[in-house]
């Protein structure tokens, strides 16, 4: 056909991610990938490939970079065990209403079912875990596919999705006209859905009844960045306003309304209070899932619930609704603070005394053991020293295990947005590492921890390379007690403390990542904390500190439930 320019279907890939925006992207070579990976060698494209040391860690890079930048995160890697590598990422992204696109090159279509290396059906494999999932078999349909992948990694709920992508389709042409992009879709939430006025009217309506509401904020308002509109609804109202652990971000906790993390994992007894005692109960962009609400007992059957969220299923599924606002959390929340702020008859809820009395006794209980000169070191004490050293812009990415409770509960925001991220979907051990990598490379100006226990770290240590050949000034904290200490916790607390399986030989983390190339230091005395992270975090290159640290079952967790 004569006018009509090709691309091979690799170029084409490379131009509809360009097109969209896409500036970085992480994964991993493998043999079914060679024609997209000689594209990236010879176009010019402005888009910075970072080489990971396994498909695991492309996914959590490509997490951490989305929740840091507003835009999708874009990872890679080959068929057959890398699409079973980069799996666990894709699943911890989607449920955590993270976007990010996973691109697998497959086996050729021609090849299929006659046994060929790697082969596998990767469409089959992703449809549970992703919100759009595809393989593109016809090249002509390479550009449709992209545009379809973006709008649905943002728009709605946003969530992960899959692409896989067949050697012969990547050799194959595509039309360059084809070549095009919806720019809404290139940062999300995109194309928000506004609430229904009605809903709203019935929402304030309740509120202005209320006699001790309060708000429980999940991760809807920080992915949507609804902290100002949030303020003012809870300005309006004078209700105090939680958050789960996703949702630390939504206000700065030394707002004068902020009560702090609620639930099993990093709520106490003072928050906990509040979320019993109230008669109205505002979730907003939160699932209610078990870890938030203590499995469904805080907060009580008989309070009214209102909840906002963009997932229509979401909303009613683990408590009865009064009224439901399906939209956008901004939206809704702005919407909320006009219908309210034109109330002059509000009766306040008590929400600044009542967060001030909670952090006073969160304070009391945390201090003295932050304080503490006990060893092995107390995790309260290097949430304190961390909050000395640490400028406010920060940004923290914890593990499960010892690191997630002791930050959600004693680690106090100074400021709204994702300055904390964590992997609270599916909990997988050695998420933070590569994450933090991510989050660095998207938000290079801030100081970037990740925080790990010594069993996150068997986990993850293979990337300290990458950190290293790029040169990322990350600080890495592991936990030190040579145990999977959540589990034997559990054991301690309701199995008659029969530890099975659960201790393993300490590791030497500070030589090992030394052996990488990584400046790194060993703490076993409390004295010396504070001193070794101003240290870490000040060093221009990537610093570990290994901290040996009370096991989780011998120290004060801030944790009311070890299996959720």
């Not at 992009?181 to 940062?187: F, V």
């Not at 997988?428 to 590492?433: E, T």
Request: glycine share 10%; with cysteine; hydrophobic share 45%.
């Amino acid at each position: 056909m004569t006018g009509v320019n090709y691309l091979t279907g690799a170029e084409a890939m490379v131009r509809m991610l360009e097109a969209h925006g896409v500036t970085h992207m992480f994964g991993l070579c493998g043999d079914t990938t060679l024609p997209f990976y000689d594209a990236l060698a010879r176009m010019d494209h402005g888009i910075q490939h970072i080489l990971t040391r396994d498909e695991r860690h492309a996914a959590y890079m490509a997490d951490g970079y989305a929740r840091v930048t507003g835009k999708p995160g874009i990872c890679e890697g080959p068929s057959g065990g890398g699409a079973t590598y980069i799996l666990p990422g894709v699943v911890e992204a989607n449920e955590s209403s993270v976007p990010i696109l996973a691109i697998t090159s497959d086996v050729a279509t021609t090849s299929r079912g006659k046994y060929p290396l790697t082969e596998l059906d990767q469409t089959a494999l992703f449809k549970p875990l992703a919100k759009w999932n595809a393989s593109i078999d016809d090249a002509s349909r390479l550009p449709a596919m992209m545009r379809a992948a973006f709008r649905a990694m943002t728009t709605g709920t946003p969530g992960a999705a899959h692409l896989a992508l067949p050697f012969d389709v990547q050799k194959a042409s595509v039309d360059e006209t084809e070549i095009w992009a919806d720019a809404r879709h290139r940062s999300y939430p995109a194309e928000r859905a506004g609430p229904d006025p009605d809903a709203i009217d019935a929402a304030a309506e309740v509120l202005a009844k209320a006699k001790s509401a309060v708000a429980v904020c999940g991760g809807g308002p920080v992915l949507s960045g609804a902290s100002d509109a949030l303020r003012r609804v809870a300005k309006a109202l004078d209700m105090p306003v939680a958050t789960t652990v996703s949702g630390q971000g939504a206000l700065a906790e030394t707002e004068p309304l902020a009560l702090g993390v609620v639930g099993s994992n990093g709520g106490v007894p003072a928050t906990r209070a509040v979320v019993d005692q109230a008669d109205v109960v505002l979730f907003i962009g939160c699932r209610a899932g078990s870890v938030t609400t203590e499995r469904w007992r805080s907060p009580a059957r008989n309070a009214t619930i209102i909840h906002i969220d963009s997932d229509p299923m979401v909303i009613g599924a683990n408590y009865r609704t009064e009224v439901a606002i399906c939209a956008d959390a901004r939206l809704a929340l702005e919407a909320l603070a006009d219908a309210l702020e034109g109330n002059d008859d509000l009766p306040g809820q008590g929400g600044a005394a009542k967060a001030k009395a909670a952090w006073a006794a969160k304070t009391a209980a945390f201090a003295p053991l932050a304080a503490s000169r006990e060893a092995p070191i107390r995790p309260e004490a290097v949430m304190a020293a961390l909050m000395d050293v640490l400028d406010d812009d920060a940004t923290i990415v914890a593990d499960p295990g010892t690191p997630c409770p002791y930050f959600s509960a004693h680690y106090r925001w100074q400021s709204a947005g994702r300055h904390f991220i964590t992997n609270r979907a599916h909990g997988a051990l050695g998420y933070s590492l590569g994450a933090a990598m991510g989050a660095h490379i998207g938000r290079p100006s801030v100081k970037t921890l990740a925080v790990m226990g010594d069993g996150s770290f068997g986990f993850t240590c293979g990337e300290f390379e990458t950190m290293v050949r790029h040169k990322m000034p990350i600080t890495s904290i592991v936990f030190s007690n040579s145990v999977f200490g959540w589990i034997k916790a559990g054991q301690d607390a309701g199995f008659g403390q029969r530890y099975y399986n659960v201790d393993f030989d300490r590791t030497d983390h500070a030589a090992v990542a030394s052996a990488f190339g990584v400046k790194s230091w060993t703490v076993k005395d409390p004295a010396d904390l504070r001193r070794v992270l101003a240290m870490a975090v000040e060093h221009d290159g990537p610093t570990l500190v290994d901290i040996h640290s009370q096991p989780l079952h011998e120290a004060a967790a801030p944790v009311s439930e070890w299996v959720a």
